[in-house]
């Protein structure tokens, strides 16, 4: 990737790399790595092995590196149409959700349409929107809907004073990757009924934030940053609809 060169390996064993012992416990002998750029810079590699020593010559350098040139923009238009279908799901969910707190429905009509809407896009095993109140250490749910059921939940958990500080306090996402990192007692038993990941996104009005949103999934890493940025997005007219 730094060089932007080929490099043909003719025996892998005689290439001090431990990483390469089980290549050549399975048989493997010769490697070549053909870089494949994009505006001169290595954005991703071709790499073929043989059970051959020395089994690619200079017409196969050459052919590879042909190849290799052709992928570079092939690359270049995955990403751009994955960038594409990125944009439409986020317009068409704000869209959606903009119409829907818009209208008269009833408020646990709207918030159904809301989470369902954010379900259909950010797959999660359990979508909330709701409020904390810290006097009374509760958890207040709008709407909500679960595919695992989650532990009776306590009044003033060690794990909400955590994330309260983060949403409510910072208005700021508070995204835990894995729930068994964590040493608090709600973390240990929402993981223990198969709960991995949660994102807890603050709905502001103004600069005070009044309720969140919150996501948990049955995956490690179970939300990435673009699925956070949509879930800002859409937290952004919640407030009105709160309200």
Known sequence: YKTKRLRNFPDIRELELSWLGTRVDAGLRSWIVVPI??????VSHLSLLSRKVGAFDEDCEEL???????????????????????????????????????SEIEPEELFKTIVREIRRVVPCSRCLIGCYDREEGQNRAFYQ???????????????????FGEVYGHRRPAIVSDMRDLPYRRAREVAEVGI?????????????????????????????????????EVAGHLGAAIQ
């Open 37 to 42: 750029l994009r505006d001169e810079t290595c």
């Open 64 to 102: 590879l590196t042909a190849i290799a040139g052709h992928l570079g923009a092939a690359i270049h238009n995955s990403d751009l149409y994955r960038d594409a279908g990125e944009r439409a799901a986020r317009l068409e969910i704000t869209g959606a959700i903009s119409k829907a707190v818009g």
């Open 145 to 163: 809907e679960t595919d695992i059921e989650l532990p009776p939940l306590r009044k003033f958990e060690d794990y909400a004073d955590w994330w």
């Open 196 to 232: 991995r990941s949660q994102v807890l996104i603050p709905v502001l009005q103004g600069s005070e934030c009044i309720a969140h949103l919150s996501l948990m999934s049955d995956q490690v890493d179970g939300f990435d940053q673009d699925q956070v940025g949509l879930l800002t």
